[in-house]
């Protein structure tokens, strides 16, 4: 019944996935300049590929082995943590996609955890925010990184919760939503890394839930697509922000999840896979894992649920016992329209 | 990738495109090797700076190269440097961050290093007993603030730069009065009333000002209902303008504004009967009305109000009827709690 440009190309994006990975561990195509250029963002790119194909139900599309091997390639003996390509320095933004990628392959064995633990615990501010490497940027997206890679590693009790939540406390605007730092203006992107690490150290009371969901809701724009601040451009990535953001809230249905649907499934490629950030537009392995991401959460059929606050699939997130209280919307079993299934989420949410 | 159009390209095409980068990828693998090796070695000459300049004139993203480059400046170059020198070879780095940020404004890395050359600007050109110590800092990060601002002229909301903005406003070694600042929001809004980042930077200025008791908070919120009024008729549409108007009205303590502003904006949904950004409005402030004075005012009018404007917004707003149904469903839920 459906029309092709409304349903997600799985084995398109696979083999589009794929292709960057021999790139990456088979050292294929290696003659491209884009690959070299992109290196600063390899590890996160392994995470975000391996990732979208996990929620797309082939998580082995990947050969696990290179992969567990690449990642500590980019280990960074002198800091303690990894780099997001070999020879490249330590940053806690390539250190947590390092440490999800071992988890999601079951290989965490291979880390030195307490070294980790420590270089991620050394870039905590004495105002509470963390760095992202020795050279002290700070932003609460790092916060988020520290709180997840140490929930994930099993070290939360390492943390000192007070401080750490203070100053994401400090970030929050009049608008419900929050800021990269003290004073700077809500980002959904913001938003989620904020929602996300309250909701890990079960702190949502700081969060003023009626004003945060407004402002959420109000990101979707005529054409379905969601933009990350007031009067902006949509784009897919702010699909899996702002939707997070709303399920750890659990007001998924305040927006229109059909609409979002279509506006993803029309930023496919459709001849060589991949997701972009709009329709049109060149795709990239980034925008094909947030854009699918976001489709799982709107309970897009024959997807494999993720888990919003750490980004990873559900299942293995609630297998270490990991799992808070976030709600997606119900998983479809075929192609029709999910309005009724929105339906369904609101009187379930009601009955609570 | 953010806005890169798809351009399809024969097989032809893509041929003559690869042939013509293998030079370019030959160089700058080249380059990536000597740099990474030497930064191995711990190599801070002079001949190493240079390199981690070309790279990075080619590849700013180098997180890495720009940690180096750090490296190089402080163990190798610094040392043997005149306070004089190390000016100037601060200011050749923020020439090169200048040029990448012109091609790339929202890449953190730029910006980080752009932070740490005004951060390690040395005392000079005086000594303190004679001349001014801070004068090069002065001149450095009042230089810095032209130099944002032109970067907000190009793109009015980067966050990025907004976000330095800030920073560099709070280190300025001799700080602007605070009323520079909102004059500054004044103009990016005048300019454009759909600049929510302008918005929001006068909601964090004017904080200020009332609590430093610089300004009267009463006299200069008066003003600002004059500006938002403004703006909502200009264009009802916009939401910088209602989230900003949020703002100011606040928790709603104060009666007469709610009350004023409930009549403000019930005139221009007269005028603009679909207008959603009003009805969202009145049913907000009504509830605050509801909420925080309710021996005031007349309840069961208020309420039937609200649930005819959720009733309306359902209809003009169907994408987010579920949030509408349920603000409905909590205010008859307490009207039947208060009977």
Same mark, same amino acid.
């Given at each position: 019944?459906?029309?092709?440009?409304?349903?997600?190309?799985?084995?398109?994006?696979?083999?589009?996935?794929?292709?960057?990975?021999?790139?990456?561990?088979?050292?294929?195509?290696?003659?491209?300049?884009?690959?070299?250029?992109?290196?600063?963002?390899?590890?996160?790119?392994?995470?975000?590929?391996?990732?979208?194909?996990?929620?797309?139900?082939?998580?082995?599309?990947?050969?696990?082995?290179?992969?567990?091997?690449?990642?500590?390639?980019?280990?960074?003996?002198?800091?303690?943590?990894?780099?997001?390509?070999?020879?490249?320095?330590?940053?806690?933004?390539?250190?947590?996609?390092?440490?999800?990628?071992?988890?999601?392959?079951?290989?965490?064995?291979?880390?030195?955890?307490?070294?980790?633990?420590?270089?991620?615990?050394?870039?905590?501010?004495?105002?509470?925010?963390?760095?992202?490497?020795?050279?002290?940027?700070?932003?609460?997206?790092?916060?988020?990184?520290?709180?997840?890679?140490?929930?994930?590693?099993?070290?939360?009790?390492?943390?000192?919760?007070?401080?750490?939540?203070?100053?994401?406390?400090?970030?929050?605007?009049?608008?419900?939503?929050?800021?990269?730092?003290?004073?700077?203006?809500?980002?959904?992107?913001?938003?989620?890394?904020?929602?996300?690490?309250?909701?890990?150290?079960?702190?949502?009371?700081?969060?003023?839930?009626?004003?945060?969901?407004?402002?959420?809701?109000?990101?979707?724009?005529?054409?379905?697509?969601?933009?990350?601040?007031?009067?902006?451009?949509?784009?897919?990535?702010?699909?899996?922000?702002?939707?997070?953001?709303?399920?750890?809230?659990?007001?998924?249905?305040?927006?229109?999840?059909?609409?979002?649907?279509?506006?993803?499934?029309?930023?496919?490629?459709?001849?060589?896979?991949?997701?972009?950030?709009?329709?049109?537009?060149?795709?990239?392995?980034?925008?094909?894992?947030?854009?699918?991401?976001?489709?799982?959460?709107?309970?897009?059929?024959?997807?494999?649920?993720?888990?919003?606050?750490?980004?990873?699939?559900?299942?293995?997130?609630?297998?270490?016992?990991?799992?808070?209280?976030?709600?997606?919307?119900?998983?479809?079993?075929?192609?029709?329209?999910?309005?009724?299934?929105?339906?369904?989420?609101?009187?379930?949410?009601?009955?609570? | 990738?953010?806005?890169?159009?798809?351009?399809?390209?024969?097989?032809?095409?893509?041929?003559?495109?690869?042939?013509?980068?293998?030079?370019?990828?030959?160089?700058?693998?080249?380059?990536?090797?000597?740099?990474?090796?030497?930064?191995?070695?711990?190599?801070?000459?002079?001949?190493? %700076?240079?390199?981690?300049?070309? +790279? *990075?004139?080619?590849? #700013?993203?180098?997180?890495?190269? &720009?940690? =180096? !480059? @750090?490296?190089?400046?402080?163990?190798?170059?610094?040392?043997?440097?005149?306070?004089?020198?190390?000016?100037?070879?601060?200011?050749?780095?923020?020439?090169?961050?200048?040029?990448?940020?012109?091609?790339?404004?929202?890449?953190?890395?730029?910006?980080?290093?752009?932070?740490?050359?005004?951060?390690?600007?040395?005392?000079?050109?005086?000594?303190?007993?004679?001349?001014?110590?801070?004068?090069?800092?002065?001149?450095?990060?009042?230089?810095? %603030?032209?130099?944002?601002?032109? +970067? *907000?002229?190009?793109? #009015?909301?980067?966050?990025?730069? &907004?976000? =330095? !903005? @800030?920073?560099?406003?709070?280190?300025?070694?001799?700080?602007?009065?605070?009323?520079?600042?909102?004059?500054?929001?004044?103009?990016?809004?005048?300019?454009?009333?759909?600049?929510?980042?302008?918005?929001?930077?006068?909601?964090?200025?004017?904080?200020?000002?009332?609590?430093?008791?610089?300004?009267?908070?009463?006299?200069?919120?008066?003003?600002?209902?004059?500006?938002?009024?403004?703006?909502?008729?200009?264009?009802?549409?916009?939401?910088?303008?209602?989230?900003?108007?949020?703002? *100011?009205?606040?928790?709603?303590?104060?009666?007469?504004?709610?009350?004023?502003?409930?009549?403000?904006?019930?005139?221009?949904?007269?005028?603009?009967?679909?207008?959603?950004?009003?009805?969202?409005?009145?049913?907000?402030?009504?509830?605050?009305?509801?909420?925080?004075?309710?021996?005031?005012?007349?309840?069961?009018?208020?309420?039937?109000?609200?649930?005819?404007?959720?009733?309306?917004?359902?209809?003009?707003?169907?994408?987010?009827?579920?949030?509408?149904?349920?603000?409905?469903?909590?205010?008859?839920?307490?009207?039947?709690?208060?009977?």
């Amino acid at each position: 019944m459906s029309h092709e440009k409304d349903l997600l190309l799985v084995p398109l994006h696979v083999s589009y996935i794929q292709n960057l990975g021999k790139a990456c561990f088979l050292q294929h195509n290696k003659n491209d300049l884009m690959y070299h250029l992109t290196a600063h963002l390899r590890m996160n790119a392994i995470y975000w590929g391996l990732t979208a194909l996990c929620t797309m139900g082939h998580p082995e599309a990947l050969a696990r082995d290179e992969m567990i091997d690449y990642v500590m390639s980019c280990w960074d003996e002198e800091a303690g943590g990894f780099g997001a390509h070999p020879d490249h320095d330590a940053h806690i933004l390539s250190t947590l996609s390092a440490i999800q990628i071992l988890v999601t392959q079951d290989a965490i064995e291979k880390l030195d955890i307490d070294r980790v633990v420590k270089f991620i615990l050394s870039l905590q501010q004495p105002s509470g925010v963390f760095a992202g490497d020795s050279f002290g940027e700070i932003d609460t997206r790092f916060s988020y990184i520290a709180v997840n890679a140490l929930s994930l590693l099993g070290r939360l009790e390492d943390l000192d919760v007070d401080k750490t939540v203070n100053y994401i406390v400090q970030c929050r605007n009049f608008d419900g939503g929050f800021g990269s730092r003290v004073g700077a203006e809500s980002h959904a992107g913001q938003v989620f890394v904020c929602c996300a690490a309250l909701t890990i150290l079960d702190r949502l009371d700081v969060i003023d839930t009626p004003t945060l969901s407004w402002w959420l809701a109000e990101r979707q724009l005529p054409n379905g697509g969601l933009n990350g601040r007031p009067e902006k451009l949509e784009d897919v990535c702010y699909s899996f922000w702002v939707l997070s953001s709303l399920s750890m809230l659990k007001k998924l249905h305040y927006i229109d999840s059909d609409k979002l649907t279509s506006f993803i499934l029309s930023a496919q490629d459709p001849e060589g896979g991949g997701i972009a950030d709009r329709p049109g537009d060149m795709p990239d392995v980034f925008h094909t894992h947030f854009g699918v991401a976001g489709l799982s959460l709107l309970g897009y059929p024959g997807l494999v649920d993720i888990d919003p606050v750490f980004c990873m699939p559900a299942a293995l997130i609630e297998k270490k016992g990991l799992r808070k209280g976030w709600q997606a919307l119900e998983r479809r079993t075929g192609y029709e329209k999910s309005s009724a299934t929105v339906e369904n989420v609101l009187e379930s949410e009601h009955a609570t | 990738m953010h806005g890169v159009r798809q351009a399809r390209q024969t097989r032809e095409a893509l041929e003559a495109k690869r042939i013509k980068e293998q030079s370019k990828l030959h160089d700058y693998l080249a380059l990536t090797d000597d740099v990474l090796s030497r930064k191995n070695q711990n190599d801070w000459s002079r001949r190493a %700076l240079q390199a981690t300049t070309q +790279l *990075l004139q080619v590849n #700013p993203e180098f997180y890495t190269v &720009w940690n =180096y !480059r @750090r490296r190089i400046l402080v163990n190798g170059i610094f040392p043997e440097s005149t306070p004089e020198q190390i000016k100037d070879l601060l200011n050749d780095d923020l020439s090169l961050t200048m040029a990448a940020l012109k091609i790339h404004p929202k890449v953190y890395w730029i910006w980080t290093h752009r932070g740490w050359c005004l951060n390690n600007v040395p005392s000079g050109p005086g000594t303190g007993d004679d001349g001014d110590p801070r004068g090069w800092e002065k001149d450095f990060w009042n230089q810095e %603030l032209f130099v944002v601002e032109k +970067l *907000l002229d190009a793109d #009015p909301r980067n966050f990025h730069a &907004w976000s =330095y !903005r @800030r920073i560099v406003l709070s280190s300025l070694p001799v700080p602007r009065p605070e009323t520079s600042e909102l004059a500054y929001t004044t103009r990016k809004i005048e300019s454009n009333f759909s600049n929510f980042s302008a918005w929001h930077q006068r909601s964090k200025v004017l904080s200020s000002l009332w609590t430093e008791g610089l300004l009267d908070e009463r006299e200069s919120k008066e003003k600002e209902f004059d500006l938002v009024q403004n703006a909502m008729y200009t264009d009802p549409k916009d939401q910088s303008v209602w989230i900003y108007h949020r703002w *100011l009205v606040g928790a709603g303590d104060d009666i007469g504004i709610l009350e004023r502003e409930i009549a403000v904006i019930q005139s221009l949904l007269d005028e603009e009967p679909d207008s959603k950004w009003c009805m969202e409005s009145l049913v907000h402030y009504k509830r605050l009305l509801l909420r925080n004075h309710a021996s005031l005012v007349d309840h069961s009018n208020l309420t039937r109000d609200c649930i005819n404007l959720l009733e309306q917004l359902r209809k003009v707003d169907p994408g987010r009827k579920a949030r509408y149904s349920e603000i409905g469903e909590v205010i008859t839920n307490l009207t039947v709690l208060s009977i």
